[in-house]
């Protein structure tokens, strides 16, 4: 994610959204990077844990118990959004339902950073269905533009290999296969 913030893949002052957002690391990172920072997590505990670091860092952040599968925010309201490990954790039969709410709630032309366990992980540490770049493609290409792809390796800083794409929001419908 640091990478968005260092490159401006998001315009700064914008309003972006990590969904999944657990403790709210990301969404503190946001924050201090200056952007208005919104999260949003299943957990409660999740939830009350990110709005409390907020508080004793004194940064204004907008948290929120809420399902991935249905974002409480209206369509179009993020110039931008982050998946940092929720997108692998849900039931298969799920995904593109996930990828069309998600394009929902991020305007056209609006960037979206997802990062997942990397296939070619094969120990038991982890979730349990890796994708493919193959299956993230089927699933986010209609409503997203794939701009970059990384692959970061098992290493002492990334305790497990992953994969990070950067996309755009499409402004106008994928065109069809030749």
């Keep these: 994610m640091s990478a968005s913030v260092r490159e401006r893949f998001w315009p700064r002052g914008s309003a972006v959204l990590d969904i999944g957002c657990g403790a709210g690391s990301n ?92 296939r070619e992980y094969t120990r038991t540490f982890g979730p349990p269905h890796r994708p493919s770049l193959e299956e993230i493609a089927d699933v986010f290409e209609p409503q997203f533009h794939f701009e970059r792809v990384d692959a970061r390796p098992l290493s002492e800083r990334h305790h497990l290999p992953t994969y990070a794409a950067w996309m755009t929001r499409r402004r106008s419908p994928q065109p069809p296969r030749r």
């Design 27 to 118: 969404v503190l990172y946001l924050a201090r990077s200056g952007y208005r920072a919104h999260g949003i997590d299943l957990s409660p505990g999740a939830v009350g844990a990110a709005r409390e670091r907020a508080r004793k860092l004194g940064l204004t952040v907008s948290v929120r118990e809420g399902d991935a599968l249905a974002i409480p925010y209206p369509a179009g309201r993020f110039a931008g959004a982050m998946d940092n490990g929720c997108f692998h954790t849900l039931p298969i039969r799920r995904r593109a339902e996930y990828a069309r709410e998600v394009a929902r709630v991020v305007r056209p032309g609006g960037g979206y950073l997802l990062s997942w366990v990397a």
